[in-house]
């Protein structure tokens, strides 16, 4: 499947998805038009965050929610009804994934690929982007309403810390627990989407359930969504951050806190490291300024350097009072346009709604 850059996947459109179609078949069999086509796209947002469960980049679960509207669109006037409409996408997606899937690598953050480094170690070469969960924009994944207890379920299950869990995960189970444990599908659902039967389905869903145990994460064992308490908390750690006040970010960040930076493998733990590496190589942080965004169901920002420049994406973990988790993905030229995020900092004030 071919690769969308970061502007060509926020531009998708169900005007896209009948130009998709009329570019591949030409002026042949007439194809469904208008109400066919909203009705497809209804469902993009939902299919967007399954896709990106699956697999681990928002940029794959774009391409793959692309391509499985154009499939349904070829096939759309085949489609009988016998199951529903979003039971067919999800087939169609999950065939989509399961193909992506086939011979790679599994993504991964930093910290599940090796021990944390120390301040001096070198920061070495960035691997490839393939080798990374990479962040998501909320608005792409989650549904802007909907029953309070299902988005809260869906926020969870898109944290990076999850998503890197869900990987581990063969690439059938994985399909098995989000449709069942995260979309809350029953078995039989299940079993007709991926052509299986129940016994079978039953049977991935306890392997799935323990490679997630002995991972250590699962979506319910997330910390609650931002209260006062911890908007208060993010409050003063973008005052410190911006500031570069170590006083200051010793009071914000946990004594075992972590710093990851994707493309590099480096990863830090422990407050007193941070802030060492902060005053060493992390030394042009000096000066940034955050602008906020919302990623993976956290508080998030987009970092520019004093000279205005883009500089990471900084997705926070919070928990206890404290930040536990500075996740910061450097591959600015492709995240910042996914975000709505200006090219250059143009004062407080911006927003990724302004600057789309």
């Known amino acids: 499947m071919k690769r969308s850059s970061a502007s060509e996947a926020s531009a998708v459109s169900a005007a896209a998805v009948g130009d998709g179609v009329a570019a591949a078949e030409g002026a042949g069999r007439g194809a469904p038009q208008g109400e066919p086509v909203d009705r497809l796209e209804a469902h993009r947002t939902e299919l967007t965050g399954y896709c990106y469960r699956m697999l681990g980049s928002a940029f794959e679960a774009e391409d793959a929610v692309q391509e499985t509207m154009v499939r349904a669109w070829r096939s759309y006037d085949r489609f009988e009804g ?16 399961l193909d992506v899937l086939k011979g790679s690598q599994r993504r991964a953050r930093p910290m599940d690929l090796a021990s944390p480094s120390s301040v001096d170690s070198p920061i070495g070469t960035g691997l490839p982007e393939t080798t990374w969960i990479g962040p998501v924009p909320d ?13 809260a379920v869906a926020r969870e ?3 990076l ?16 627990l989000i449709l069942r444990e995260v979309l809350s599908w029953s078995a039989s659902e299940v079993a007709e989407l991926l052509g ?12 799935a359930r323990a490679t997630l145990a002995a991972s250590g994460d699962r979506a319910a064992d997330a910390p609650p969504p931002l209260d ?22 010793t009071a914000v960040l946990h004594e075992d806190s972590t710093l990851s930076m994707p493309p590099y493998a480096l990863w830090l733990r422990g407050r007193a490291d941070i802030l060492k590496w902060l005053l060493g ?3 042009g ?18 970092q520019y350097r004093a000279d205005g420049t883009p500089w990471a994406i900084q997705v926070i973990e919070a928990a206890g009072g404290r930040v536990t988790a500075l996740q910061c993905f450097l591959d600015t030229e492709r995240l910042f346009p996914l975000f709505g995020l200006p090219a250059r900092y143009v004062g407080p004030g911006v927003s990724p709604a302004s600057a789309s």
């Open 82 to 97: 016998r199951a529903s409409l979003r039971s067919w996408l999800y087939r169609i997606a999950t065939n989509v994934c």
């Open 139 to 151: 608005q792409r994944v989650l549904a802007s309403a909907g029953d309070p207890a299902e988005t």
């Open 157 to 159: 299950s898109i944290r």
């Open 161 to 176: 810390a999850f998503i890197s869990a869900l990987q581990r995960l063969a690439p059938r189970q994985r399909a098995v």
């Open 196 to 207: 299986s039967s129940v016994a079978s389905v039953n049977s991935a869903l306890q392997r």
């Open 228 to 249: 006062d308490a911890q908007q208060a908390l993010l409050r003063r750690y973008v005052d410190a951050f911006e500031r570069f006040d170590m006083d200051a970010l």
């Open 281 to 283: 190589p992390g030394c």
């Open 285 to 302: 942080c000096e000066g940034s300024r955050l602008v906020p965004v919302r990623a993976n169901g956290r508080a998030a920002f987009g």
